[in-house]
């Protein structure tokens, strides 16, 4: 959609705060146009290459989302994302729901986002401050690399951890040493992602 067909959405021009406070109530997804008509009054600043490719990734995702993950942009910021990652089925993991912000620059595609998780993790790849330690996000980052792609390879990762490159060096221990013990902090972090804000 070119950004000139957001003059079709201008009756929609609300607060995307509100709007999605009420279809939380109505238990309904907020939709791509929705999220288009609250950047309608931010078109000119739309125009960067960073908002078009995060406009092209986000209706991507809402188009065909990959099963086990969900984000979107917040608010009213194309450059700060919320997105959920759920654990996947058949691991330790499974169950859990998992909170990350994703932070971007003007230099997006060819800079990869900050991404850090919001909710408590024992992982020997993510740091206390939720921050991740994945190749993707650092040296092996390429512009091919599109949101949905990002939240994949975070949730493979969960399940595949590198306890060779370790942010938590407890969990990599663990990891490698006492896979029961791990499994077990591993159930009680999911446990605690069904009750977190």
């Known amino acids: ?13 609300v607060d ?22 609250a950047f309608n009054t931010q078109a000119v ?7 078009k490719r995060l406009m092209r990734d986000f209706k991507r995702l ?3 989302p990959p099963a086990g993950i969900s984000g979107a942009p917040y608010d009213n910021n194309i450059m700060l994302w919320n997105a959920v990652i759920f654990g996947p089925d058949d691991t330790p993991w499974d169950g859990g729901t998992f909170k ?10 060819n800079k990869p986002p900050t991404v850090r998780f919001v909710s408590r993790m024992f992982h020997p790849n993510i740091y206390a401050d939720g921050s991740i330690c994945l190749n993707i996000l650092q040296n092996q980052w390429s512009p091919i690399y599109d949101v949905a792609a ?5 949730q493979s990762l969960l399940c595949d951890p590198n306890p060779n490159s370790p942010a938590n060096s407890e ?11 791990y499994n077990r902090k591993v159930r009680e972090i999911v446990e605690q992602s069904w009750t977190a804000d």
């Open 100 to 109: 990350l912000t994703l932070q971007f620059s003007e230099d997006y595609p």
């Open 45 to 51: 600043r739309m125009s960067t290459p960073a908002r």
């Open 62 to 64: 809402q188009q065909d």
């Open 16 to 37: 995307i705060y509100h709007r999605q406070a009420n279809k939380n109530l109505h238990s309904e997804p907020i939709t791509f146009i929705e999220i288009l008509a």
């Open 171 to 181: 969990a990599a221990r663990m990891f490698s040493e006492n896979k029961r013990e």
């Open 150 to 154: 990002i939240l994949t390879s975070i």
């Open 1 to 13: 959609m070119c950004l000139s067909s957001l003059h079709i959405t201008q009756t929609l021009n």
